[in-house]
């Protein structure tokens, strides 16, 4: 090997490689992929604390939405393969009255198909399908909610009545949530709303009776 | 006559102020959140079509929900240097502060006792156990639609540190404690502090900073015999407001009761319309 050479090599070595072994070195992980599209993906080593899911974190003691209900045809391609009387022109609301009362479609007019992509409409689990909780923060949530995360994703579009008792097991927290908020108020009109009435007819015959019988 | 000190100072500048922040704060949030809750409905469409459609209504929410949340610090602040700290928990107690004490338990009853024909009306002092009830009421309220307010500010974020289906969760909290909030303030609230007869038809005591003398000998005895026996009584004393004052709290008072009685008239008249579940 040359002089020259050997000086080559070594200013290669120094100035151009170890930026090129750090990079390799982060490659591997970011190869490797999160499937997250916020900081975590574009600043490797980022500590900031996410949750994520679908993976068993993050699941409070076990008080959020518990194992999905599986339906015949969650894992088809075609969710409404055989289904009497379904056709494209049919509106999904006709078949579908529990899956129209989530604020997306109600308030924001969301049509099905703009979450539930195209047709023939997939069973929710399916591999392929845009819905799969591998891919739902991306095909579908990030369409309208920019860096849309699998945690984000897992808030349930299509939720449950939480005061319906089946949602004890199905999503608990929700469930003792809102059984404990309406009992406080239901419990607070229920005192002060007699209570005030009665308070308002004593001051009006004390007023009537004149200001001494007032009780004081 | 309009110069004779026949009103007893009750509420202090900073009072009154946050007290009216408080008033326009809740009335943007009540008109703006109901608008989003009824969204479905004509009648919250129309709402939310006031501010410029359901996007500029949420975002007017979100802010004047932060600013809620920041006159919440500054009060509490303001709390930490009211405090008589050399006299600590001691200090908390007596008849000045608004914490609730053993009095307040025997004003209930004793109240209680009255409304219905037992007993005679009890003497409070400074704070009638309503009183306190509001103040705390407030607190508590800020703190479950402040937290779950957050949550629901920026959802992408916020599922960052907790799982997203929390969310779930925040909305129907949120969502119920303001029900319960606008109810209260709607009704309970209002007839106790400006249709009950003896406040009737306004009670500007809030707004004035004063209270009318013989008025508060009858609703706080306890408290004028307590100012009289440490010799406060006519330093506490104040003039009556100038009469276009009375008038201006009188019409801004009346259109905010108006605001929110109409806010529950129609929420309630259009609730059969809502899918909630």
Not at chain 2, 135 to 151: N, R, S
């Amino acid at each position: 090997m040359s002089i020259g050479r050997m000086i080559f090599s070594l200013l290669w070595a120094l100035l151009v490689v170890p930026p090129a072994i750090g990079q390799a070195a982060d490659a591997s992980g970011e190869m490797a992929g999160t499937g997250y599209f916020r900081d975590q993906d574009t600043v490797p080593g980022s500590l900031r604390f996410y949750s994520q899911l679908p993976g068993g974190e993050g699941k409070l003691w076990g008080m959020g939405p518990g194992k999905p209900k599986i339906r015949r045809s969650s894992f088809k391609q075609d969710a409404h393969e055989g289904v009497a009387n379904f056709g494209p022109e049919v509106r999904c609301k006709k078949c579908h009255i529990p899956q129209t009362k989530d604020l997306h479609y109600l308030r924001m007019g969301i049509t099905c198909i703009q979450c539930h992509r195209s047709q023939p409409v997939a069973g929710v689990y399916h591999y392929y399908s845009p819905l799969n909780p591998i891919r739902r923060h991306a095909y579908v949530c990030a369409k309208c909610h920019e860096g849309a995360t699998p945690s984000f994703a897992s808030y349930m579009v299509h939720e449950p009545n939480p005061i319906a008792s089946a949602t004890r097991n199905s999503f608990p927290l929700l469930y003792y949530a809102v059984w404990i908020m309406l009992i406080l108020a239901v419990g607070v009109f229920l005192f002060f709303l007699p209570y005030t009435a009665l308070w308002w007819i004593r001051e009006f015959f004390a007023k009537l009776k004149g200001r001494s019988s007032h009780g004081r | 006559m309009a110069d004779e000190r026949t009103r007893l100072k009750r509420f202090t500048p900073v009072h009154r102020l946050w007290h009216l922040g408080l008033i326009l704060n809740f009335m943007i949030l009540s008109v703006t959140g109901i608008a989003w809750m009824f969204f479905e409905t004509p009648w919250g469409r129309g709402l939310a079509n006031l501010f410029g459609g359901y996007s500029n209504t949420l975002q007017i929410h979100r802010i004047a929900g932060l600013v809620l949340l920041a006159g919440l610090a500054l009060h509490l602040i303001y709390l930490l240097t009211r405090i008589d700290w050399k006299d600590f928990p001691r200090s908390l107690l007596g008849p000045e502060t608004l914490v609730f004490q053993l009095v307040d338990v025997k004003g209930f009853i004793g109240h209680l006792g009255w409304v219905f024909g037992i007993n005679k009306l009890p003497r409070f002092d400074r704070w009638s156990w309503w009183e306190k009830f509001d103040y705390w009421a407030v607190w508590w309220g800020l703190m479950i639609v402040g937290i779950t307010g957050l949550m629901l500010y920026d959802p992408v974020l916020t599922s960052d540190y907790m799982p997203g289906w929390m969310l779930n969760v925040a909305l129907w909290v949120h969502r119920i404690e303001a029900v319960l909030a606008m109810g209260h303030i709607f009704t309970i609230h209002f007839t106790v502090e400006h249709w009950r007869p003896s406040s009737f038809p306004f009670n500007a005591a809030m707004f004035d900073g004063t209270m009318d003398l013989e008025e508060a000998k009858h609703e706080h005895p306890e408290w004028v015999a307590r100012l009289d026996k440490e010799g406060r009584l006519g330093e506490a004393l104040a003039t009556p407001p100038p009469v276009p004052l009375r008038i201006l709290y009188f019409v801004f008072g009346y259109s905010i009761i108006t605001l929110g009685v109409f806010l529950l008239v129609f929420a309630i008249a259009n609730a059969a319309l809502l899918t909630l579940f």
